[in-house]
C-alpha cells in the first residue's frame, strides 16, 4: 500500500508575481518534482487572496485559518495511509491535534519562527531559549513548540538553524533534525534577453522582497561612499508586513546610481543574474538565503551579512563603510568572465528518499 504524501503549504499555488519569498519558491519546487504528492494550498479551499499585502493582524487570522482547514481535510484520513508534509510552522495545520492521532508528520523549516520574532518583534530583548516556552502568540511560540515536539523529522536548510532549535528545545532528540540545504531551486531557464546594460558598467545586484529584514538600506548607506564606477540593481517588490513603507524609505535614500527593477522571475531574473558583477546580500536575517545560491549559480561574486545563509565575502553590513570598502575592492578587481555553476536538483529526491525510509509502504 502507497502511503499519500498531504503536502500543506501556505505559499504554493500563487503567481510568480506574488512576491513570497523562499517559502514559496520551496513549495512550487517540490511541487514541481512530486506532481503526485496531494497539495493542500489556499487555492483548494477558496483562502488566501494577496498575501503579501496583509497586515501582522490580517496575516495571523489567515494562518488560524489555513491551519483549521488543513487539520480538518487531513483529519479525513486514516493516519494508517497517509504522511503529512507541512511547508510551513506558523501556516502549518495543528501540529498537537494531528500527534494526538498518530499521524506522522515531518516538517520543513524555512525560519525559525521563534527566533525571527524575538529579533525583529522583541528587538532581541529575549533570547529565543527562553522565548520557546512562552504561551504567547500562539502561532509562534507554541506552534513551533508542538512542530517540534509532534514532527517524526525536521527539515532545515542549514547547520545553524538545527544548533538553534537544540538550544531552544533541549528535549528534542537531535537525529529528528536532517540538514538539507535546497540549492537554486529556481526553474531552469535560458539566460536571454536584452538587460540593457553597456558591457562596460559594473552592476551591483540585489535580488529580494522589500521588507525591513532585508537590509537593503544598508547597500544604500554604503553606496555614497564607494568611490568605484557602478550601478545597484534592487530587484523586489514590497511583501508582507511594513513593505510598503520599507520600500518608500528605500527611495527616499537612493542615490542617481540606483535602479528599482520591481519582482523578477524567469528569464529576465537569470538574465540579469548573469549580467550582474557582484550580488550582495545585506540581511538581517536569512535562514538559508535561496536568492544567493541563484546568483553562485550563475557565476556572481558575492556579498553577505553575517545570517544562516552567509556565503562569499561576509562583512558587518551594518558597518557602512567596511560594506563600501568591500564593495570598491570588488570593483578593482573588475568584470571578470563568469563561468555559471552546475547546480544538484536533488533536494526534492532526498526528502522523498526521506519519507520512503521513514514510513516505507507496505
Not at 72 to 81: F, M, N, S, Y
Not at 115 to 140: M, Q
Not at 248 to 267: I, P, S
Not at 284 to 297: F, P, Q, R, V
Request: glycine letters at 6%; hydrophobic letters at 45%; a positive charge.
Amino acid at each position: 500500500m502507497n502511503r499519500e504524501i498531504l503536502y500543506t503549504a501556505a505559499h504554493a499555488g500563487f503567481p510568480d508575481t506574488e512576491p513570497l519569498g523562499g517559502g514559496k519558491a520551496v513549495a512550487d519546487y517540490l511541487c514541481r518534482q512530486h506532481p503526485q504528492w496531494t497539495v493542500l494550498s489556499p487555492a483548494r479551499f477558496g483562502i488566501g487572496g494577496r498575501l503579501a499585502e496583509m497586515s501582522e493582524i490580517q496575516y495571523a487570522r489567515f494562518c488560524r485559518e489555513f491551519e483549521r482547514v488543513t487539520t480538518a481535510e487531513i483529519l479525513k484520513r486514516d493516519p494508517a495511509t497517509c504522511v503529512v508534509l507541512s511547508n510551513d510552522i506558523s501556516e502549518g495545520p495543528d501540529f498537537a491535534a494531528l500527534g494526538a492521532r498518530g499521524y506522522k508528520i515531518v516538517t520543513i523549516f524555512h525560519v525559525d519562527v521563534v527566533e525571527y520574532f524575538t529579533k525583529f518583534y522583541l528587538r532581541g530583548w529575549v533570547k529565543p531559549a527562553t522565548a520557546a516556552k512562552l504561551p504567547w502568540p500562539r502561532i509562534v511560540f507554541r506552534k513551533q513548540r508542538d512542530c517540534v515536539r509532534y514532527s517524526a523529522r525536521l527539515v532545515v536548510p542549514s547547520a545553524p538553524m538545527r544548533e538553534m532549535i537544540l538550544r531552544c528545545y533541549s528535549w528534542c532528540d537531535a537525529e529528528k533534525i536532517v540538514v538539507l540545504p535546497w540549492g537554486n531551486v529556481a526553474p531552469s531557464v535560458a539566460a536571454v534577453g536584452d538587460h540593457g546594460y553597456s558591457p562596460d558598467e559594473f552592476i551591483i545586484m540585489t535580488l529580494s522582497r522589500l521588507s525591513p529584514e532585508k537590509g537593503i538600506e544598508r547597500l544604500l548607506a554604503a553606496l555614497p561612499l564607494v568611490r568605484g564606477t557602478c550601478r545597484a540593481l534592487i530587484c523586489g517588490a514590497p511583501a508582507y508586513m511594513k513593505g510598503k513603507r520599507y520600500a518608500a524609505k528605500l527611495r527616499r535614500m537612493a542615490d542617481r546610481r540606483v535602479e528599482f527593477l520591481g519582482h523578477v522571475t524567469g528569464e529576465r531574473k537569470a538574465a540579469l543574474l548573469r549580467r550582474a558583477d557582484l550580488f550582495v546580500s545585506p540581511s538581517l536575517h536569512e535562514s538559508y538565503g535561496l536568492t544567493i545560491a541563484e546568483a553562485e549559480a550563475a557565476g556572481c561574486r558575492i556579498i553577505s551579512h553575517h545570517h544562516y545563509g552567509a556565503t562569499g565575502t561576509v562583512v558587518d553590513c551594518a558597518d557602512r563603510r567596511m560594506l563600501a570598502a568591500t564593495i570598491d575592492a570588488a570593483i578593482a578587481v573588475g568584470r571578470t568572465q563568469k563561468e555559471a555553476r552546475p547546480v544538484s536538483s536533488s533536494a526534492a529526491t532526498q526528502l522523498a528518499d526521506l519519507l520512503a525510509r521513514l514510513f516505507p509502504a507496505t
